[in-house]
């Protein structure tokens, strides 16, 4: 409720309606998710009612993590650096979960971590990862577990056959279902 011209808030607010008795959370930042997540449920069991912990719960990710996570992965896995900076803040510390999956390059450098598109650090190991992490479309795995569909569609769109032949594998597809994949995909990544 900033007056014309003024900075734009970063902090969040909470409504309610009570003609829908629907609660909205509107603004706030992505860093500050999880403070949002405990006003809102503290609004909706009211100040009798048990105080949320996510702010005290650690998060997946938090074992195995350092802040020098990324040089442990270049060195044990002989990945490059942009690759390994970003399993670091994707993954955190199952970053070392995903490099367990990673394929040899067949190059001397980088040594593992098949990437899916040049100058991306978008690993095949992730698509193995995200299945697991029961991912099942691969406009799943272009657009949301990697990203690459949002940044760069023709990357995303010359990704796509590996993507849907590696999920095919992991996930058991027949031919048929590969195929519905694909035309699925591409026809959402050519929609950007």
Same mark, same amino acid.
């Not at 609660?23 to 105080?51: C, S, Y």
């Not at 479309?137 to 949301?144: A, F, I, M, Y």
């Given at each position: 409720?900033?007056?014309?011209? *003024?900075?734009?808030?970063?902090?969040?607010?909470?409504?309610?309606?009570?003609?829908?008795?629907?609660?909205?959370?509107?603004?706030?930042?992505?860093?500050?998710?999880?403070?949002?997540?405990?006003?809102?449920?503290?609004?909706?069991?009211?100040?009798?009612?048990?105080?949320?912990?996510?702010? %005290?719960?650690?998060?997946?990710?938090?074992?195995?993590?350092?802040?020098?996570?990324?040089? @442990?992965?270049?060195?044990?896995?002989?990945?490059?650096?942009?690759?390994?900076?970003? /399993?670091?803040?994707?993954?955190?510390?199952?970053? +070392?979960?995903?490099?367990?999956?990673?394929?040899? %390059?067949?190059?001397? +450098?980088?040594? =593992?971590?098949?990437? /899916? *598109?040049?100058?991306?650090?978008? @690993?095949?190991?992730?698509?193995?990862?995200?299945?697991?992490?029961?991912?099942?479309?691969?406009?799943?795995?272009? !657009?949301?577990?990697?990203?690459?569909? =949002?940044?760069?569609?023709?990357?995303?769109?010359? *990704?796509?056959?590996?993507?849907?032949?590696?999920?095919?594998?992991?996930?058991?597809? !027949?031919?048929?279902?590969? @195929?519905? @994949?694909?035309?699925? *995909?591409? !026809?959402?990544?050519? !929609?950007?």
């Amino acid at each position: 409720h900033a007056p014309p011209g *003024a900075p734009a808030s970063r902090d969040h607010i909470i409504s309610f309606n009570p003609e829908s008795g629907v609660l909205f959370v509107a603004g706030g930042k992505w860093t500050t998710w999880r403070e949002m997540a405990q006003d809102v449920v503290d609004r909706i069991v009211g100040p009798n009612g048990p105080k949320c912990k996510t702010l %005290t719960l650690p998060l997946l990710g938090r074992d195995g993590y350092s802040p020098n996570l990324s040089v @442990q992965l270049i060195q044990k896995h002989g990945m490059t650096q942009d690759t390994a900076e970003h /399993l670091a803040r994707a993954y955190g510390g199952r970053a +070392w979960d995903v490099c367990e999956l990673s394929q040899p %390059t067949q190059t001397s +450098w980088p040594r =593992f971590g098949v990437a /899916l *598109a040049p100058n991306y650090p978008y @690993q095949e190991a992730e698509v193995i990862y995200a299945c697991r992490e029961y991912a099942c479309t691969v406009e799943d795995v272009l !657009s949301r577990r990697t990203r690459l569909a =949002f940044l760069n569609k023709d990357a995303a769109l010359a *990704a796509l056959d590996r993507v849907a032949d590696i999920m095919a594998i992991e996930l058991g597809w !027949s031919e048929t279902t590969k @195929q519905e @994949q694909k035309e699925a *995909a591409r !026809s959402y990544v050519e !929609s950007y």
